[in-house]
């Protein structure tokens, strides 16, 4: 398992960060890759402050394809891919692990509805920003290589998240202008979330959608962002 993935189990649910602790430098593979925006303070940003660090720009979703983002590679060649990985380290009982990092049995809390779910075949994981989305604000401009690193983002731990399949196949590509996760107790975890990894890529947001983040922030006063810019 990832080493941060495995941090993050314990740290997110109790602190409520969306974080990223350090990363894996793939930029010998990008060599010009987008300008990181500004990292957050120590400790992390209130999440109203983290939302104002936004960059606003209008969206163009033209060119757009999935397979533009390389899904779960296994980049640590241990043996599980990234949704492999998602799953393990975000279980609250583990599965059995077999040949090929086949997965069976465990259990886990789906965040966005609160529920217990049993078995892996029953969760999505879910890129709290979707690739489309990203796409949008700007992915589009990167190169392969960079889009591969974030479709499969393990050094973030939120970025990621293992979720029931039904509130992840209403969401879509909605942003949280769109959509929200149907239980409200995630709505603080969800937004901070949301930001942390837009701020994280230096992906911008549109208008409605920051309209919509500053008023989720705005009832959200404990909520800390924290996060480190991408290589």
């Not at 080493?3 to 010009?32: H, Q, Y």
């Not at 043996?79 to 040949?99: N, S, Y």
């Not at 920051?210 to 480190?228: D, N, S």
Request: proline letters at 8%; a positive charge; one cysteine or more.
């Amino acid at each position: 398992m990832h080493p941060l993935r495995r941090l993050a189990v314990f740290a997110c649910p109790v602190l409520l960060l969306s974080a990223a602790a350090c990363s894996t430098d793939t930029s010998r593979d990008d060599p010009k890759p987008p300008k990181a925006g500004p990292p957050s303070a120590p400790g992390g940003l209130a999440l109203a402050k983290a939302v104002d660090q936004l960059k606003v720009a209008r969206e163009s979703r033209r060119g757009y394809t999935r397979d533009a983002f390389k899904l779960w590679v296994d980049a640590d060649r241990n043996g599980c891919d990234a949704r492999q990985e998602v799953l393990l380290a975000e279980a609250v009982k583990k599965p059995r692990k077999g040949t090929g990092c086949k997965l069976t049995g465990g259990r886990w809390k789906s965040y966005y509805d609160g529920k217990t779910v049993n078995g892996p075949s029953k969760l999505d994981i879910d890129h709290v920003v979707p690739l489309a989305e990203a796409w949008d604000s700007g992915a589009s401009k990167w190169t392969a290589k960079r889009r591969e690193a974030y479709a499969n983002d393990l050094d973030a731990p939120r970025g990621l998240v293992a979720v029931s399949s039904g509130p992840n196949r209403a969401k879509g590509d909605k942003d949280p202008a769109e959509w929200l996760p149907p239980a409200k107790a995630a709505y603080c975890t969800y937004t901070g979330d949301w930001v942390s990894t837009k701020l994280r890529w230096n992906l911008t947001a549109d208008t409605a959608e920051r309209a919509a983040l500053r008023k989720l922030a705005a009832g959200c006063p404990k909520t800390k962002v924290a996060f480190t810019p991408a290589p």
